[in-house]
């Protein structure tokens, strides 16, 4: 029987919480069609409760009515209409604007402009843009200096012991930005003159520590700021994937700092996405002398290469990690995206997955690799069982 959705596409929809009413709605057919669809693939239909738990969440997240309507693909009435019957304001904001009013007027009274207090108190611009109407301001057209804006915020950081890469992160700036304030303030780092050391050791191990060789291998990112420091990294998923970021900073959390959100304008659209700070620790640093072994040419940086050493620890945990990062499917198999490895590393890369795995690969000419269709099969009874819900839309059925 051919039906007028595949089941991809009703996976996603299901994925979003959405109930089966309004899946049905979406692909214009009744809703006991979409519940013998999701019996057949193994899904239990959602509650109506479940989406108003995420309705709620990004209320409390600073999302305005609108921005909730898009993200969870409810109409903006509904969305009002639930807040009201949960106790909430369906004025749009009056939440956090309770919480953050005495802030938001005060970096306004200073002078900053919308794009300061938008980075300052972690909201949009078009929420800037609201509040200020709401509080009969008018927006600063000048740019206060950043300097001014966050030096004391700076100062405070450093004298509870804060290393510069963590206040960065904390003021949402850049660490060459804080290096330059340091010298400006002639304040001395919190750590020895003559190299960035730490102590801190805390280890993931078992399957955390397989799942984080994966996923170093993809969007993982580590880095040292001096030659002879300790590493740090970090890693961040677009509020579309929460739920997959969620479960690895769950799973890593005994070397991750807080999560946080962070906004960012990209061709005239913001975009949101959730991210965490991996600070100083020697467990890093040997993960990061496997990985980062060729050197940029005039700097003391490197670039991820795949090696013996790190190919040691990878197992099928790691491979299901990895996919869940940089893989998806084609129409006859599965591909890896590896376009940020060197040649070298590559041939190596795809001779293991044939040796450890049993899975024929070719290194493509954009430098991916792909799984052959006669281990298609193979590949998914390898990694299906760490495979998330939310992220199980990359396997074939």
Same mark, same amino acid.
């Given at each position: 029987?051919?039906?007028?959705?595949?089941?991809?596409?009703?996976?996603?929809?299901?994925?979003?919480?959405?109930?089966?009413?309004?899946?049905?709605?979406?692909?214009?057919?009744?809703?006991?069609?979409?519940?013998?669809?999701?019996?057949?693939?193994?899904?239990?239909?959602?509650?109506?409760?479940?989406?108003?738990?995420?309705?709620?969440?990004?209320?409390?997240?600073?999302?305005?009515?609108?921005?909730?309507?898009?993200?969870?693909?409810?109409?903006?009435?509904?969305?009002?209409?639930? *807040?009201?019957?949960?106790?909430?304001?369906?004025?749009?904001?009056?939440?956090?604007?309770?919480?953050?009013?005495?802030?938001?007027?005060?970096?306004?009274?200073?002078?900053?402009?919308?794009?300061?207090?938008?980075?300052?108190?972690?909201?949009?611009?078009?929420?800037?843009?609201?509040?200020?109407?709401?509080?009969? *301001?008018?927006?600063?057209?000048?740019?206060?200096?950043?300097?001014?804006?966050?030096?004391?915020?700076?100062?405070?950081?450093?004298?509870?012991?804060?290393?510069?890469?963590?206040?960065?992160?904390?003021?949402?700036?850049?660490?060459?930005?804080?290096?330059?304030?340091?010298?400006?303030?002639?304040?001395?780092?919190?750590?020895?003159?003559?190299?960035?050391?730490?102590?801190?050791?805390?280890?993931?191990?078992?399957?955390?520590?397989?799942?984080?060789?994966?996923?170093?291998?993809?969007?993982?990112?580590?880095?040292?700021?001096?030659?002879?420091?300790?590493?740090?990294?970090?890693?961040?998923?677009?509020?579309?994937?929460?739920?997959?970021?969620?479960?690895?900073?769950?799973?890593?959390?005994?070397?991750?700092?807080?999560?946080?959100?962070?906004?960012?304008?990209?061709?005239?659209?913001?975009?949101?996405?959730?991210?965490?700070?991996?600070?100083?620790?020697?467990?890093?640093?040997?993960?990061?002398?496997?990985?980062?072994?060729?050197?940029?040419?005039?700097?003391?940086?490197?670039?991820?290469?795949?090696?013996?050493?790190? *190919?040691?620890?990878?197992?099928?945990?790691?491979?299901?990690?990895?996919?869940?990062?940089?893989?998806?499917?084609?129409?006859?198999?599965?591909?890896?995206?590896?376009?940020?490895?060197?040649?070298?590393?590559?041939?190596?890369?795809?001779?293991?997955?044939?040796?450890?795995?049993?899975?024929?690969?070719?290194?493509?000419?954009?430098?991916?690799?792909?799984?052959?269709?006669?281990?298609?099969?193979?590949?998914?009874?390898?990694?299906?069982?760490?495979?998330?819900?939310?992220?199980?839309?990359?396997?074939?059925?």
């Amino acid at each position: 029987m051919k039906y007028k959705y595949s089941d991809e596409e009703l996976k996603r929809e299901h994925s979003k919480g959405l109930t089966n009413t309004e899946i049905a709605k979406i692909f214009n057919v009744s809703k006991e069609s979409v519940g013998y669809r999701l019996k057949k693939i193994a899904l239990k239909p959602n509650k109506k409760s479940d989406k108003k738990s995420q309705v709620v969440d990004l209320y409390k997240k600073g999302f305005g009515f609108e921005e909730i309507s898009n993200t969870t693909n409810i109409s903006e009435s509904s969305v009002r209409n639930w *807040l009201k019957d949960l106790g909430y304001s369906t004025n749009s904001l009056d939440y956090l604007l309770v919480n953050k009013k005495e802030d938001f007027i005060e970096l306004h009274s200073k002078g900053c402009n919308n794009s300061q207090i938008s980075k300052k108190l972690n909201i949009s611009k078009p929420t800037v843009k609201k509040w200020l109407i709401k509080l009969n *301001l008018k927006a600063n057209t000048s740019k206060m200096d950043m300097f001014d804006l966050l030096k004391s915020d700076m100062i405070d950081l450093h004298n509870k012991g804060l290393l510069q890469n963590e206040i960065a992160e904390k003021l949402g700036t850049s660490l060459v930005t804080i290096n330059r304030w340091y010298k400006k303030l002639n304040l001395t780092p919190n750590y020895t003159a003559n190299s960035r050391k730490t102590n801190r050791d805390v280890r993931l191990t078992g399957f955390a520590h397989e799942a984080f060789i994966g996923h170093c291998l993809g969007d993982g990112s580590l880095s040292r700021t001096k030659r002879n420091s300790t590493a740090s990294g970090s890693f961040a998923h677009s509020i579309k994937y929460e739920k997959y970021f969620d479960h690895k900073y769950e799973l890593f959390k005994p070397i991750c700092s807080k999560k946080i959100y962070r906004t960012n304008v990209l061709d005239d659209k913001e975009h949101q996405d959730a991210y965490t700070y991996l600070p100083c620790n020697k467990y890093l640093d040997n993960i990061y002398d496997n990985l980062y072994v060729i050197e940029q040419e005039g700097t003391h940086h490197r670039s991820k290469s795949i090696t013996f050493d790190i *190919l040691n620890n990878y197992t099928e945990v790691s491979l299901a990690y990895h996919f869940m990062d940089d893989g998806s499917k084609t129409t006859s198999s599965y591909l890896i995206y590896t376009m940020a490895f060197d040649y070298e590393s590559l041939q190596l890369f795809s001779k293991f997955l044939l040796w450890k795995f049993g899975l024929d690969n070719i290194v493509r000419k954009d430098n991916s690799i792909y799984i052959k269709n006669n281990s298609k099969d193979i590949f998914s009874k390898l990694v299906k069982p760490y495979i998330i819900e939310s992220m199980s839309y990359k396997l074939h059925k």
